[in-house]
């Protein structure tokens, strides 16, 4: 997973799930979250985000917050090579896994 083209490094990796119905379920590095996914002409955001609240240090605190600022708003969506770009506020890149349904940091 990247942030603005920089590797996240946590402890766990960083992920987003698509459940049925696109609902989404996610790993920010520290806490989980949980909306529901949307897409309209190109764009990608997760409304009625909420996610657990721990704390997990300034670094950590930042990469969720930067994570879950873009998740939250309409961002550019791009499909490309197994890889899903997310281009809003931040620039995210999840690689996609052999399951379908999940995308993984890279």
Known sequence: ???N?????????????????????GFA????????AMLEEGKFKIDKIGMTRKSC??????IENDLIDTLSNWSDVNINNQMLTLKG???????MTNDLNKIMSK
């Not at 960083?14 to 119905?21: G, K, L, M, Q, T």
């Not at 590095?29 to 529901?36: D, K, L, S, V």
């Not at 240090?57 to 930042?62: A, E, F, R």
């Open 89 to 95: 506020k931040h620039q995210l890149t999840f690689k």
């Open 29 to 36: 590095g520290c806490n989980r979250f949980f909306g529901q």
């Open 5 to 25: 083209n920089q590797p996240v490094e946590t402890i766990q990796v960083v992920n987003i799930e698509f459940i049925e119905a696109m609902r989404v379920n």
């Open 1 to 3: 997973h990247t942030i």
């Open 57 to 62: 240090g300034n670094n950590i605190n930042k």
